[in-house]
């Protein structure tokens, strides 16, 4: 692997940082939307067991609910990024990822498992706007020298708080029909996200931390930002992003926290309120991988833009299956032990998006990341947890979650770390064809 102190010449060490005002508050908001989705999914999970009982259900049915929600999602999220591009980011975000949070009250009142099932999904095409379009703004709001710091900060708060909320409604487990409590909880709370991105929230505008475009106007930077069918398509001719797009089908950890209750419900012999414990721990975990990894990431863009990332991400995912095989294959009988491994799962996870987001961004024009990231989490991203809540629901029925939880969160996982040396070949030159290209578009601009 390549030497992480490297820093060869045109690094960004002699590049200006742009500095959007305000651009932390924005993101806090912006992490309202997000956080809200997260809630919703480790809700259901969370709950399932109690779900099972009262709507006389099988595991299955958890398959079915979250693959449901993410397959809609495959269509949903480039549909919210083609409005936003025609209309307004910050519009969509209010209709589709605030006063969307109706949905979920009404789910709370259903009362079988079709009706569950359709509300959810429709609440979850609303929420698809939320991954691609946040992020790509995230992008626009800080430069490449701080974005893993702003990657860590907002995936791992978001992540510290669903998983305390998810502990808590976890004990929701002891009251009749509890879980329909916490949606009718999360859908008040999303139309209050939505009032407050109507009241507060600022769009800075497509390119606006990037040194390249610093002192134009916003007219001359967002000047390309309708984007076109065939400028779409041409993002699967990024080498770097077609990789990462691979790696997202081949990431087995987007399991854990899904099926991760049920798992020890059913594996180990723990009730719902006892095994909903360690979500807790993995959020802790997952924030404190985000923060630290952040930081880490930072560093290696300033010390080695080349290959520091790749070296990051890759060696995330060799951790995270060595933890996995421990923290799920042993019977460490208590429940404090399998917290422990869980929280250390959490950790190595948070690692990942604060690099595999920065490394989308460097390798993408402005006005093709919300595009970008509508086909990772939307597309993508969507497929993997799909097929991995379907393939372990039935598969877990089958053969059970142990088998389920070997193949998937150790085996797939490090063909994902392997398949990853790719990076290596491909990520320094598309980070080059992008800066080149802002930089000719600077001159155009001056020149004319």
């Given amino acids: 692997m390549p030497d992480l102190t490297e820093a060869p010449v045109g690094t960004t060490k002699e590049r200006k940082a742009v500095l959007v005002k305000g651009r932390w508050r924005q993101l806090s908001l912006l992490g309202g939307t997000m956080l809200v989705e997260n809630t919703e999914a480790s809700l259901i ?19 079915v609910l979250t693959a449901a929600g993410r397959i809609v999602g495959v269509f949903a ?60 703004i995230l992008g626009d709001l800080f430069d490449s020298e701080s974005r893993g710091r702003a990657v860590g900060m907002l995936y791992g708060v978001i992540n510290l708080a669903a998983s305390l909320f998810a502990t808590l409604k976890g004990q929701l487990a002891a009251f009749d029909d509890g879980w329909r409590w916490g949606l ?24 606006a931390s990037e040194e390249q475009l610093a002192g134009l106007d ?3 930077r967002e000047a390309h930002s ?41 594996v180990y012999g723990f009730s719902t309120q006892v095994a909903s414990v360690v979500l807790f721990p993995m959020g802790i975990g997952f924030f404190t991988g985000t923060v630290l990894g952040g930081f880490l990431a930072d560093w290696a863009v300033r010390r080695n833009p080349r290959h520091g990332l790749v070296v990051i991400l890759q060696t995330a995912q060799f951790a995270f299956a060595t933890v996995a095989f421990f923290g799920t294959q042993l019977d460490w009988g208590g429940i404090g032990v399998f917290a422990v491994f869980f929280a250390l799962m959490g950790l190595v996870q948070g690692v990942n998006p604060v690099v595999n987001r920065p490394m989308i961004m460097a390798v993408t024009l402005p006005e093709l ?46 063909v994902n770390g392997a398949f990853l040396t790719l990076l290596y070949r491909t990520y320094a030159t598309d980070v080059a064809r992008v800066q080149q290209a802002l930089q000719s578009r600077r001159q155009a601009v001056l020149a004319g």
């Fill in 77 to 136: 999220g480039p549909f919210w990024v083609w409005v936003a591009q025609r209309w307004s980011r910050k519009g969509v975000l209010v209709l589709a990822t605030g006063f969307w949070g109706v949905w979920g009250i009404a789910a709370g009142f259903a009362q079988n498992f079709t009706q569950l099932l359709i509300l959810i999904t429709i609440l979850a095409a609303g929420y698809a706007a939320s991954g691609p379009l946040t992020t790509e």
């Fill in 226 to 266: 309708k984007v076109t069918f065939k400028q779409v398509t041409a993002l699967f001719r990024i080498p770097s992003l077609v990789v990462l797009l691979v790696s997202r089908l081949l990431s087995g950890q987007l399991l854990a926290a899904m099926f991760g209750v049920i798992f020890l419900v059913d």
């Fill in 184 to 207: 009718w909880g999360i859908g008040a709370v999303n139309v209050l996200c939505g009032v407050a991105l109507l009241i507060w929230m600022r769009d800075p505008g497509r390119g």
């Fill in 369 to 414: 990341r919300g595009a970008a990231f509508a086909i990772y989490l939307s597309v993508f991203e969507a497929v993997a947890i799909a097929a991995f809540s379907l393939g372990a629901g039935f598969l877990g029925d089958a053969f059970g979650l142990r088998a389920v939880f070997l193949w998937v969160l150790v085996g797939l996982v490090l």
């Fill in 218 to 220: 916003r007219r001359s």
């Fill in 45 to 63: 999970s969370g709950l399932f067991p109690v779900i099972r009982h009262s709507l006389g259900v099988s595991l299955g049915a958890l398959g």
